[in-house]
Nanobody, 115 residues
Framework: QVQLAESGGGLVQPGGSLRLSCAAS????????MGWYRQAPGKQRELVAR???????DYADSVKGRFTISRDNAKNTVYLQMNSLNPEDTAVYYC?????????WGQGTQVTVSS
């Protein structure tokens, strides 16, 4: 099992960029599939982007071409580069790790896109 800690959220103007980081403690990070999810007020948590242990990626249609997920197994960290942000991207962003039947969540980091 790993423990996850997100960072990098904040307030950004429309059109701006942010990079979120999710640091994992524990061993065998490279074996975990990792994902970024977000939850806006009054809405369900939704998948934003996912990267498998093998490096394959998948994105929600709403962020394709704007967001990029990546991982650095040497640093036990997964990143979410977010460009061309708009107010609809405002949410709490959560990191998730899963391996076989186990999964775990980070505590979340707030991203607010506003002028």
């Amino acid at each position: 099992q790993v423990q996850l800690a997100e960072s990098g959220g904040g307030l950004v103007q429309p059109g701006g960029s942010l990079r979120l980081s999710c640091a994992a403690s524990g061993s065998m990070f490279a074996r975990y599939n990792m994902g970024w999810y977000r939850q806006a007020p009054g809405k369900q948590r939704e998948l934003v982007a996912r990267i498998t242990s093998g490096g394959s990626t998948d994105y929600a249609d709403s962020v394709k071409g704007r967001f990029t997920i990546s991982r650095d197994n040497a640093k036990n960290t997964v990143y979410l580069q977010m460009n061309s942000l708009n107010p609809e991207d405002t949410a709490v962003y959560y990191c998730k790790a899963d391996l076989l039947l186990w999964y775990g969540w980070g505590q979340g980091t707030q991203v607010t896109v506003s002028s």
